[in-house]
């Protein structure tokens, strides 16, 4: 692994890492809210959302999205040459992730929210968000699914010891998670298991920020 790195890679890696850490962990906070029943659904993991909860939960969940890819793609400056492979290929995978859930909850914040808080929702039943039971829910797993590969990819890059071990192992959790958020839709009941990604992904922003905030500036040569 490179000990130093260019000025912008440092500052564009730090910063889409904390992005991503602080907007993770507003939609946990929302997302066990909402399963509390305190977001005005009925609570529990197959209620769908209020409008309320919709604009909690999904607000954070979009800049998820760009925050991930640009920690990814900051990633992938790290790798050395024989690891370009691996992180090319999560840079692949979390365009994919990015494009599907901000298509799927810039939808529901500027269509399907409106609709419903203004009660109409005629003609928008095929784009509700119904969990384990709607088009677009199948979406927002695959994309989530796609992230779980970009990141068991993106561990393959750090090869070192301490920090680097320590993201390695807090991405390769988070992509071990593949199995639970891409079948929930058939098992139900591995939500519980898929919802360790509130431990996994976090962990992954956060101590990939201090990788990137530990980091020396490579000076030109």
């Given at each position: ?186 098992f139900h009941w591995m939500i519980w298991f898929a919802a360790l990604w509130a431990i996994t992904f976090p962990g992954s ?17």
């Amino acid at each position: 692994m490179l000990t130093e790195v260019s000025r912008s890679t440092k500052k564009a890696g730090f910063w889409s890492a904390v992005f991503a850490a602080v907007f993770s962990m507003t939609y946990v906070v929302a997302q066990i809210a909402e399963w509390l029943g305190l977001l005005g659904s009925s609570g529990g993991a197959e209620s769908a959302s209020t409008v309320l909860g919709l604009v909690v939960l999904l607000t954070p969940s979009l800049f998820l999205g760009s925050s991930f890819l640009v920690l990814i793609v900051s990633v992938h400056q790290l790798a050395l040459p024989d690891r370009k492979v691996w992180s090319q290929s999560a840079v692949a995978f979390a365009t994919a992730y990015a494009v599907l859930i901000s298509l799927v909850y810039f939808v529901q914040l500027t269509l399907v929210a409106p609709r419903l808080a203004s009660g109409r929702t005629e003609g928008i039943e095929p784009f509700l968000f119904a969990p384990f039971d709607s088009f677009l829910y199948s979406v927002d797993i695959l994309g989530y699914s796609f992230m779980s590969v970009a990141c068991l990819f993106a561990g393959a890059v750090f090869t070192g010891k301490g920090l680097e071990r320590i993201v390695r192992l807090f991405l390769t959790a988070n992509g071990l998670l593949l199995p639970f958020i891409a079948l929930q839709i058939y098992f139900h009941w591995m939500i519980w298991f898929a919802a360790l990604w509130a431990i996994t992904f976090p962990g992954s922003a956060l101590s990939l920020a201090l990788l990137f905030r530990r980091a020396g500036i490579k000076t030109s040569s």
